[in-house]
């Protein structure tokens, strides 16, 4: 069979539970990929510089850190899980309605600081639900729930594209194509940029006149059924107080979806302690007493693992969010719908990339697939780099990248999972890195690009893509250093058991002589 019937069981058990945390990831998707392509109409919307809409990156992405940060203190019980996914997803659709509404950077900031708040909560409980649901066999469902942020990211664009303007603010084309004249001279170090963009370059009524409130408000529709299938799930699981008629109380809901885990793992497989797994916040899991004594690669292991993802995930923010600036400045100075198509076909490719690793991480093993697609980003920025006065190439340059930056996070949380047999703070440690990377690299790619111009754009990605890889062969050494030491530590226990075994053998046989004789 094209799946194991094991797998296929497991899924049927818990399929209600992983279809909804595979759709608030869709949410996750819509959220993180709008900004890049709607940049342009939202500065004319806001009337505010180049430089100052960044920071709506920064915002997003702080937040997104910060709530993935504290999501985990949600995961004590199913109620606070489910409660805060609910709670997240709306708002989500509630900040979306409200984008058209901010006509100022300020409030923008603030919209997407919320946004990014609940985009963290999210990707940490839903990552949490799924490890903790299916444990080692938690890859095929990981490649499957991160499919569903690409393909959340390949609708937003894509929802925006026929709202957007051909120069970012509205009809008005001759003020939009002096903006941008004016930013591809400031990537160039023109003398025209030593002067500021004042509010009399835009126009005064572009807020009138751009028309991609409409596409916010269609995206807050469609994200509208992920709250309420959350709440179905509450409803169902009868864990909402008003509908609760002769339920159960919530912790035995709790116990029992603890007793489907261990239904799921097997008779004789041992459930560990969830506070003592590790699976929470980032700042639960440095207080953990049982790491106490622990050796230094498992520690390593998730500095490390963090540190690749804060790379990979680093280039993802980036590239997703610079490449349509990077193809309408020169040397590429592409039309503005067709260097629009870019951000599509980016986290296209990432969705097709993570469809395709579904069946990939079942046939093999998450290490090999890291090397691999760390190895083809590399590559690709390279040959990005050299043709990087080809139009055509980067078209081709942005399917293939977002082909093998799709699974490298989904991949690392599945290889550090496992090498660390589920006891570690892998997954709060690694999200917390992921969204750290996207935060951090956005803004300092950002300024470089604006400093250094726009060829710097597909340095940084190299430079960070082979930092990355570098970083991966430390990893696969600590693995190593950890594997011996649990090896170590096996055959320690099994020397003290035996002389244990041989006394209670030797006590057996003795009790047995004595009644024998009498």
């Known amino acids: 069979m094209f799946v194991e019937e094991r797998i296929f069981t497991l899924f049927k058990r818990n399929a209600h539970h992983t279809l909804t945390c595979w759709s608030v990831f869709f949410s996750f998707g819509l959220c993180i990929a709008f900004l890049g392509p709607t940049i342009l109409d939202l500065q004319c919307q806001t009337k505010s510089t180049l430089s100052q809409i960044t920071w709506v990156f920064f915002s997003q992405q702080f937040c997104l850190l910060i709530g993935s940060s504290v999501g985990g203190v949600f995961k004590k019980t199913l109620f606070s899980a489910l409660s805060a996914l609910f709670v997240s997803a709306l708002v989500i659709s509630v900040i979306f309605a409200i984008i058209p509404l901010c006509n100022n950077v300020l409030l923008l900031a603030i919209a997407m600081a919320v946004s990014g708040l609940a985009m963290g909560i999210i990707d940490t409980i839903a990552n949490i639900q799924l490890v903790a649901l299916y444990q080692k066999d938690s890859a095929v469902f990981l ?63 572009s807020g009138e006149d751009s028309i991609v409130h409409y596409a916010f408000w269609i995206m807050a529709l469609i994200n509208l059924p992920v709250p309420i299938a959350v709440l179905f799930l509450m ?13 159960p109380r919530l912790l035995d809901k709790d116990e029992l979806a603890m007793e489907n885990q261990q239904g799921a793992e097997g008779p004789d497989t041992e459930v560990k302690d969830e506070e003592g797994g590790g699976h929470g916040d980032i700042f639960g899991c440095c207080q953990n007493d049982n790491l106490r004594g622990l050796p230094v690669s498992f520690f390593m292991i998730h500095i490390l693992g963090g540190t690749v993802l804060f790379m990979t995930d680093g280039i993802v923010g980036a590239y997703a969010g610079f490449v349509y600036t990077y193809a309408v400045a020169p040397p590429m100075s592409l039309p503005h719908k067709m260097a629009g198509y870019l951000a599509s076909i980016f986290w296209a490719a990432i969705t097709a990339g993570r469809l395709l690793s579904i069946p990939l991480s079942y046939r093999f093993q998450p290490v090999r697939l890291l090397m691999f697609n760390l190895a083809g980003v590399i590559v690709t920025v390279l040959m990005l780099l050299i043709f990087y ?64 111009g726009s060829y710097s754009f597909l340095l940084c990605g190299m430079i960070i893509g082979c930092i990355g890889f570098i970083v991966f062969f430390g990893l696969l050494f600590f693995h190593r250093m950890h594997r011996n030491y649990l090896t170590g530590t096996s055959k320690k226990s099994a020397m003290v058991e035996e002389p244990a075994t041989e006394q209670n053998d030797s006590a057996t046989t003795a009790q047995k002589e004595e009644k024998e004789s009498s």
């Open 143 to 205: 490649q499957a729930l991160h499919f569903f942020i690409g393909f959340g990211a390949l609708v937003s664009p894509l929802i925006a594209d026929p709202f957007l303007s051909e120069t970012g603010c509205g009809n008005h084309t001759g003020n939009g194509t002096e903006m941008i004249h004016h930013f591809r001279n400031m990537l160039r170090n023109s003398p025209i940029a030593e002067h500021n963009v004042t509010l009399s370059h835009l126009p005064q009524d």
């Open 235 to 247: 409803y169902r699981e009868q864990l909402i107080p008003c509908c609760a008629s002769g339920t």
């Open 389 to 452: 006065t080809s139009s055509v190439f980067l078209f081709v340059g942005t399917c293939l990248c977002g082909l093998f930056l799709s699974s490298i996070f989904p991949c690392m949380l599945a290889y550090t999972e496992d090498i660390l047999d589920y006891q570690g703070c892998a997954t709060s440690v690694l999200v917390t890195c992921a969204g750290m990377g996207e935060m951090v690299m956005q803004v300092l790619v950002g300024s470089i690009i604006q400093t250094e």
